[in-house]
């Protein structure tokens, strides 16, 4: 049987990174507001986690711990979670997109919680980034161009479940 992905040496460097590399993106997504990131970075860091796990083992690995129905659902899921928390701000102040946790909850700088609505929204933005580029990138791993009669027709590498 035909082992898919790249070296036993890739995918064993990739066993013991993906974990952390994870952690990191975690990390810049929760400490966005204090620090240098955010839910772009940080989703950007995430799904290159997923991404690194479909270029070590396959893609066929990497469509088992995430596939493209729960990356689309995650992407779909961040972007209504960000219009809520948005959509939150009228109900609470009236005002569309007002930090309303700090409104109510006023807690000195530089703290985890000190920002209010700011690191719901980089959870809810790395969540619509990282599933994204995901799913972006898989679409590319099992779409192919091929020519017939000259003219380009696109078809999928995936195999049909029966």
Same mark, same amino acid.
């Given at each position: 049987?035909?082992?898919?992905?790249?070296?036993?040496?890739?995918?064993?460097?990739?066993?013991?990174?993906?974990?952390?590399?994870?952690?990191?993106?975690?990390?810049?997504?929760?400490?966005?507001?204090?620090?240098?990131?955010?839910?772009?970075?940080?989703?950007? !860091?995430?799904?290159?986690?997923?991404?690194? !796990?479909?270029?070590?083992?396959?893609?066929?690995?990497?469509?088992g711990?995430?596939?493209? =129905?729960?990356?689309?659902?995650?992407?779909?899921?961040?972007? =209504?979670?960000?219009?809520?928390?948005?959509?939150?701000?009228?109900?609470?102040?009236?005002?569309?997109?007002?930090?309303? !946790?700090?409104?109510?909850?006023?807690?000195?700088?530089?703290?985890?919680?000190?920002?209010?609505?700011?690191? =719901?929204?980089?959870?809810?933005?790395?969540?619509?980034?990282?599933?994204?580029?995901?799913?972006?990138?898989?679409?590319f791993?099992?779409?192919r161009?091929?020519?017939?009669?000259?003219?380009?027709?696109?078809?999928?590498?995936?195999?049909?479940?029966?």
């Amino acid at each position: 049987m035909e082992e898919k992905g790249l070296s036993v040496i890739v995918k064993t460097v990739t066993r013991w990174l993906k974990g952390f590399i994870f952690l990191y993106g975690i990390y810049i997504v929760i400490y966005g507001h204090l620090t240098p990131g955010g839910g772009f970075p940080g989703g950007v !860091i995430i799904a290159g986690t997923f991404i690194l !796990i479909t270029l070590a083992f396959g893609k066929e690995y990497a469509l088992g711990k995430m596939g493209k =129905l729960l990356a689309s659902e995650l992407d779909s899921l961040g972007a =209504l979670l960000f219009l809520l928390i948005a959509s939150m701000g009228i109900y609470f102040t009236g005002t569309f997109f007002t930090n309303f !946790i700090e409104k109510f909850h006023p807690t000195g700088n530089f703290r985890l919680f000190s920002a209010g609505i700011i690191p =719901l929204c980089n959870l809810s933005i790395a969540m619509k980034v990282g599933a994204s580029l995901f799913m972006v990138f898989i679409i590319f791993a099992v779409v192919r161009v091929v020519f017939e009669d000259g003219k380009g027709k696109l078809i999928s590498t995936e195999k049909e479940k029966k």
